[in-house]
C-alpha cells in the first residue's frame, strides 16, 4: 500500500513539473514579447499560439531534456531530503543546458535577467510543492492512515540488526508482523512464527496478517530449497520481497547487476569514484579548471618564476620525479626546482630546516606555488586537481607495509591539493602518526568523495596559500 502511494506521489511529481516549466516557459516568452501599441498605446503581447509556434521546438527539447536529466539523477526515486544530491544536479545541469539554448539560438529564447527569473520560479515552485507532498506523505504515515505489513523470512547475521531498525521511529509506515523460523525461538522480543510447510500454516498466517511486503534473510538457517520455494510463492501471489545479504559490505557505496549472458552477476563498487558518472564529472572538473589556471595564472608565473629559479641557484626550472598515482602506476610528476641539484632530492624526503632547499625554493613552498606545474600533469590525465597527495615511491614501499590503509590512496587519482594538506598534516614527518594521520584524511577523501568536497579543498587551498601555511617547508 505504501509502495502504491509513493509510485502515485512520483507520478503527480512529474506531471507537475511538466506542467510548472510550460507555464513558466510561456509566461516569461509573454513577458519577452510585450509591445506598445502604436494605435492605442497600450502594452500588448504576442498571441499565444504565435509564441507556440515559433519556440515549440525549444519547448519540446527543453521537456525532453528535463525528463532524461530526471532519469539520470533518479530525481522522481526519492522523496526525503537524502535524495538533496539528486536535486542539486537537476537544478545544476538543467540551468547550464537551458542558459545554452537561450545563447545558441539566433534570436536569444531570453535574456539572462528572464532566463534567471525562468529557472527560480520554476526551482522554487517545484521544490516547495515537493516539500509540501512530503510532509503530508509524512503526516499520513504517522497517523497509520497508509501501511505496510512486513515479515522476515529467515534468520542470517544481518537479520536482528534489520527488524531493530525496521521497528524505530525512523520507519514509520512499515508494520512489522513478525520473524518466520524454522522453529521458535524464545531469544526473540517481537513476535515469531514457527514455518512447518508454505502450504499448511504460512498461507494462511499472510492471508490473516494481510503481508504485502517481505524481507528473505540470504544464507539463512532455512536452506535454499525452501528460499527458493518461498520466493516462487511471492511471486505468483505478487508479494514484494527483498533480500537481505548475509555480509555487511561496510565499504560497498553501490552493488549494481552485471550478465554473464543470462547470469546475473553483482558488481562490487567499493567508493563513489568507481562509478562512471562520478569518474566523468570529476575529469570535466579537473580539464576545466585545469585549463582555465593554465590560460590565466600559468602562462604568465611560468616564465617570472622560472626566471627567479635560475637567477638563485643553478640547475633546471623543472624538478620531475617519479611518484606513484591511480592503481600505482608510475608517473612523472612535475615541480618548480626548490632544492640544489643533488644524487638525494629524489630518495630522502624534506626535513625541518633542509640545507637543500634554495631561498627562493622556500618561499615557493611556503605558498604552494612550486606544485602548480603539476596542472600539467592534470591536463595529460596523471594527476586530478584534488587528490591524495603523491608521495615518494620510497615512501610508498615503507609505509604500506606499516599502515593498513595505505592503499586506498592508489584508488584514486593524485592531487595538487588535498584533504590531507588543509587540515595541516603536511610537512615534515616526525614520526610514523604523522604519516598515519595523513592516510585516515586520505581514505576518508576516497569513502566520502563528492564534487562539494573537491570544491571546499579548492577554496581552503586558496586560503592557505594567501595566509601562508605554517606546516610547509
Request: with cysteine.
Amino acid at each position: 500500500m505504501k509502495n502504491k502511494l509513493l509510485n502515485s506521489i512520483y507520478n503527480l511529481l512529474i506531471i507537475t513539473d511538466y506542467l510548472l516549466i510550460s507555464i513558466f516557459f510561456f509566461y516569461f516568452l509573454k513577458i519577452k514579447y510585450k509591445f506598445v501599441n502604436n494605435i492605442t498605446f497600450k502594452i500588448s503581447t504576442w498571441k499565444n499560439e504565435d509564441i507556440f509556434i515559433t519556440h515549440y521546438k525549444v519547448y519540446f527539447l527543453l521537456l525532453i531534456i528535463w525528463g532524461l536529466l530526471a532519469n539520470k539523477n533518479d530525481y522522481y526515486k526519492k522523496l526525503t531530503f537524502k535524495g538533496i544530491k539528486s536535486y542539486l544536479n537537476q537544478i545544476l545541469f538543467f540551468s547550464l543546458i537551458v542558459f545554452a539554448v537561450s545563447g545558441i539560438k539566433e534570436e536569444p529564447l531570453f535574456s539572462n535577467e528572464l532566463t534567471f527569473r525562468f529557472l527560480t520560479s520554476f526551482f522554487v515552485t517545484s521544490i516547495l510543492i515537493r516539500l509540501v507532498i512530503f510532509f503530508f506523505y509524512k503526516f499520513i504515515l504517522k497517523k497509520g492512515y497508509i501501511t505496510s505489513n512486513i515479515c522476515v523470512f529467515g534468520v542470517n547475521k544481518n537479520t536482528e540488526v534489520f527488524i531493530n531498525t525496521l521497528n524505530s521511529n525512523h520507519f514509520v509506515g512499515s508494520n512489522f508482523k513478525g520473524l518466520i523460523l524454522k522453529k521458535n525461538n524464545d531469544k526473540y522480543i517481537y513476535p515469531t512464527f514457527e514455518l512447518k510447510s508454505i502450504e499448511d500454516n504460512l498461507d494462511n498466517f499472510f492471508k490473516i496478517q494481510k503481508i504485502n511486503t517481505v524481507y528473505i534473510s540470504q544464507m539463512s538457517d532455512l536452506g535454499d530449497d525452501c528460499i527458493n520455494n518461498f520466493i516462487s510463492y511471492c511471486q505468483q501471489n505478487h508479494i514484494e520481497f527483498y533480500l537481505i545479504p548475509n555480509s555487511k559490505y561496510g565499504e560497498i557505496a553501490k552493488l549494481e547487476i552485471d550478465y554473464l549472458d543470462t547470469l546475473p552477476i553483482l558488481k562490487v563498487r567499493m567508493f563513489p569514484l568507481d562509478l562512471h558518472k562520478n569518474q566523468i564529472l570529476k575529469v570535466i572538473l579537473d580539464k576545466f579548471f585545469g585549463f582555465l589556471f593554465c590560460l590565466l595564472f600559468l602562462s604568465w608565473l611560468f616564465p617570472i618564476i622560472s626566471l627567479l629559479i635560475l637567477i638563485d641557484s643553478k640547475g633546471p626550472i623543472l624538478f620531475i620525479q617519479k611518484r606513484n598515482g591511480l592503481n600505482g602506476k608510475e608517473f612523472g610528476c612535475l615541480k618548480f626546482r626548490t632544492m640544489r641539484k643533488t644524487s638525494t632530492n629524489s630518495i630522502i624526503e624534506t626535513k625541518r630546516n633542509d640545507t637543500r632547499v634554495t631561498k627562493i625554493g622556500k618561499f615557493l613552498r611556503k605558498t604552494s606555488l612550486d606544485e602548480i606545474p603539476q596542472f600539467l600533469n592534470v591536463l595529460k590525465g596523471d594527476m586530478s586537481i584534488v587528490g591524495p597527495r603523491p608521495h615518494m615511491i620510497v615512501q610508498d614501499t615503507y609505509y604500506k607495509e606499516i599502515i593498513k590503509k595505505y592503499y586506498l590512496r592508489h584508488y584514486v587519482k593524485p592531487g595538487i591539493t588535498g584533504l590531507a594538506q588543509v587540515r595541516g598534516y603536511r610537512g615534515a614527518i616526525d614520526s610514523n602518526l604523522d604519516m598515519e594521520k595523513r592516510i585516515t584524511a586520505d581514505a576518508f577523501y576516497v569513502r566520502n568523495w563528492s564534487i562539494i568536497l573537491d570544491i571546499k579543498i579548492i577554496l581552503q587551498t586558496v586560503l592557505l596559500m594567501f595566509k601562508g601555511d605554517d606546516n610547509a617547508i
